[in-house]
């Protein structure tokens, strides 16, 4: 035993992972639509694809991959994915999803997250 960050896979749900992705994409939609109503969609696939590192990209505030989900108990990797490039709102160049590289895109924890808001 060393670090001690070694988790069982009995302790960890997928189910409960793509849960709380879904809630907070469904959020992020209404957010692109009412921001950029014609891009919308666009805006959503590309967020959505920032969680292809779902499980192998650290959380931006604790820098840890899993951590122990308060509210439900349960273990979870950063779920929260900000909508970083939605703040470039200039419309001059050919797409706002340019300008947002998916490596850029931050990773928090649920209560990582909301503590920073
Ligand atoms: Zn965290």
Request: hydrophobic share 40%; charged share 15%.
């Amino acid at each position: 035993m060393k670090g001690g960050s070694h988790l069982h896979a009995r302790g960890f749900s997928t189910h409960h992972v793509f849960r709380h992705v879904s809630e907070h994409a469904s959020m992020a939609l209404q957010f692109f639509i009412s921001a950029h109503p014609k891009m919308a969609l666009q805006l959503l696939l590309h967020w959505v694809c920032s969680y292809q590192t779902l499980f192998v990209k650290m959380c931006s505030k604790c820098g840890k991959l899993l951590a122990m989900d308060k509210q439900s108990g349960l273990v979870l990797p950063p779920v929260k994915r900000p909508y970083c490039f939605t703040s470039a709102t200039s419309t001059s160049k050919n797409s706002p999803t340019e300008k947002c590289n998916l490596n850029l895109i931050q990773a928090f924890h649920i209560g990582c997250f909301s503590e920073d808001t």
